[in-house]
């Protein structure tokens, strides 16, 4: 139970970091890539990428893998250029380091690719995702907003009835079970006679 709850909370992540993304960043970040990627993104898109048909294949893709494809194509220069910049320390870093290669990754891709980038690995299972993840909760240079709360299923609103139309319907519903008893009550009398003749 704890693993697929973690596994939600790691995509949950990635949706956010995407919903965080300003479409000038995916745009940026789409119009770098090299021709593989770009073809890899135009087949997970099922069309052109752009910022538009990103979303939109993201918003499909939640739970069937696309959504997380898409952030790593997006978002490979970028893990390079951290995986870079860290060095021996690429795989398991600290807090501290992490946080000092941070802003020139933020400088260079944009603040919504690095935290997108940040969220992806996460959800890839890196050995250091819980401090990406801390990092992501809390950390003032990456930290994603809170979450907003997204409503399921349309709200059922009753029909405002006044006093006076409440209690004709209620005198009425009254008067329909007393009815139905009466009939009931009836047929029981008459099983009873038939049984007895």
């Given amino acids: 139970m704890n693993q697929v709850k973690n596994r939600l909370q790691a995509l949950g992540l990635v949706d ?95 603040l919504g690719i690095a935290r997108l980038m940040l969220a992806s690995t996460v959800a890839g299972e890196a050995p250091a995702s819980s401090i990406i993840r801390d990092l992501l909760k809390h950390d003032d240079l990456v930290k994603l907003p809170p979450a907003e709360e997204k409503q399921i299923s349309p709200m059922i609103r009753k029909p405002k009835v006044d006093d006076a139309e409440r209690e004709a319907i209620k005198a009425k519903r009254k008067e329909l079970k007393k009815q139905k008893q009466e009939e009931a009550r009836a047929r029981r009398e008459q099983s009873q006679r038939d049984r007895t003749r």
């Fill in 16 to 110: 956010r970091a995407f919903a965080n993304t300003t479409d000038e960043e995916l745009t940026g970040a789409i119009d770098a890539l090299g021709d593989e990627h770009r073809s890899a993104l135009d087949e997970l898109v099922k069309g052109e990428a752009d910022a538009a048909t990103v979303r939109e294949a993201v918003a499909h893709g939640r739970m069937d893998g696309t959504m997380e494809s898409i952030a790593l194509v997006v978002t490979d220069a970028c893990l390079a250029d951290c995986i870079e910049q860290l060095g021996d320390n690429a795989d398991y870093p600290s807090s501290d380091q992490l946080r000092e290669v941070l802003p020139g990754l933020v400088d260079t891709h944009g």
